[in-house]
């Protein structure tokens, strides 16, 4: 347990140092970037551990790992869904999720807002790209997004906030840095039609291989895993 504890508070150390280098070169203040803690497989006991640490957002890519965890820790932990999430797990999450950054499609928008009507609460939601163009990755098409997020402004119990992205796998960062770069002027692209409903006030993007080159490309939430709780 201590071993556990000493690694992950390590982990955290070397991070948030990466993350305030990563932010001094792009000119911003590293304490405007929020840590989710990616928590895919990881066991409650560790969870606790980063929370310790200071990290309060989690995020799951599995409803039914999400459900459990929170289910298990105490309040005061801020739980993301980050996964691909179906039509029929929204009602498990509704009550338990402070934002949902992997909006994807219309008929999921209809369903989160529905659920939370019926749970009395606003949630907030990122509206999920495929900057890249990955067939093997969900998000709507870049072309589509504006329209998209005026589509979910109608809705009276979602909120976009923002945008997410998940860029390919690659060796080098620097490799897709153009997706981090495409994301951040679709935002301000977005920002500027001033629509009602829709404040686009966050980038989720990069994970622990490609977080800096993210944060330089001006990410205010990265999602870290394996660089904080180590290889699963």
Same mark, same amino acid.
């Given at each position: 347990?201590?071993?556990?504890?000493? @690694? =992950?508070?390590?982990?955290?150390?070397?991070?948030?140092?990466?993350? /305030?280098?990563?932010? /001094?070169?792009?000119?911003?203040?590293?304490? &405007? =970037?929020?840590?989710?803690?990616?928590?895919?497989?990881?066991?409650?006991?560790?969870?606790?551990? /980063?929370?310790?640490?200071?990290?309060?957002?989690?995020?799951? %890519? #599995?409803?039914?790992?999400?459900?459990?965890?929170?289910? =298990?820790?105490?309040?005061g932990y801020n739980?993301?869904?980050?996964?691909?999430?179906?039509?029929?797990?929204?009602?498990?999450i509704v009550d338990?999720? &402070?934002? =949902?950054? !992997?909006?994807?499609?219309?008929?999921?928008?209809?369903?989160? %807002?529905?659920?939370?009507?019926?749970?009395? #609460?606003?949630?907030?939601?990122?509206?999920?790209?495929?900057?890249?163009?990955? &067939?093997?990755?969900?998000?709507?098409?870049? !072309?589509?997004?504006?329209?998209?997020?005026?589509?979910?402004?109608?809705?009276?119990?979602?909120?976009?906030?923002? @945008?997410?992205?998940?860029?390919?796998?690659? !060796?080098?960062?620097?490799?897709?840095?153009?997706?981090?770069?495409?994301?951040?002027?679709?935002?301000?692209?977005?920002?500027?039609?001033?629509?009602?409903?829709?404040?686009m006030d966050y980038? &989720?993007?990069?994970? !622990? %291989?490609?977080?800096?080159?993210?944060?330089?490309?001006? /990410?205010?939430?990265?999602?870290?895993?394996?660089?904080?709780?180590?290889?699963?």
């Amino acid at each position: 347990m201590t071993e556990n504890h000493d @690694l =992950i508070k390590d982990n955290l150390c070397v991070l948030r140092s990466r993350i /305030a280098a990563a932010a /001094a070169r792009a000119g911003r203040d590293p304490g &405007s =970037i929020n840590i989710v803690a990616v928590t895919k497989t990881v066991d409650p006991e560790r969870i606790k551990t /980063a929370f310790q640490c200071g990290i309060t957002d989690f995020g799951e %890519n #599995r409803v039914q790992e999400l459900v459990q965890k929170a289910d =298990i820790l105490d309040k005061g932990y801020n739980w993301h869904m980050i996964g691909h999430l179906q039509t029929n797990k929204v009602k498990y999450i509704v009550d338990k999720v &402070s934002m =949902i950054h !992997s909006l994807d499609r219309i008929e999921l928008a209809k369903e989160i %807002n529905r659920r939370a009507e019926k749970a009395g #609460r606003v949630m907030e939601v990122l509206v999920q790209v495929n900057v890249a163009g990955e &067939s093997t990755k969900f998000g709507i098409e870049p !072309s589509s997004a504006l329209q998209f997020v005026k589509d979910v402004s109608r809705m009276g119990n979602v909120r976009v906030r923002g @945008l997410m992205t998940i860029a390919p796998l690659v !060796s080098d960062p620097e490799d897709v840095r153009w997706v981090f770069a495409g994301l951040r002027q679709l935002l301000i692209d977005i920002r500027k039609e001033n629509i009602d409903n829709v404040s686009m006030d966050y980038l &989720s993007m990069g994970m !622990s %291989n490609d977080f800096e080159v993210a944060i330089e490309e001006g /990410a205010n939430i990265i999602r870290p895993g394996t660089v904080i709780f180590g290889k699963r």
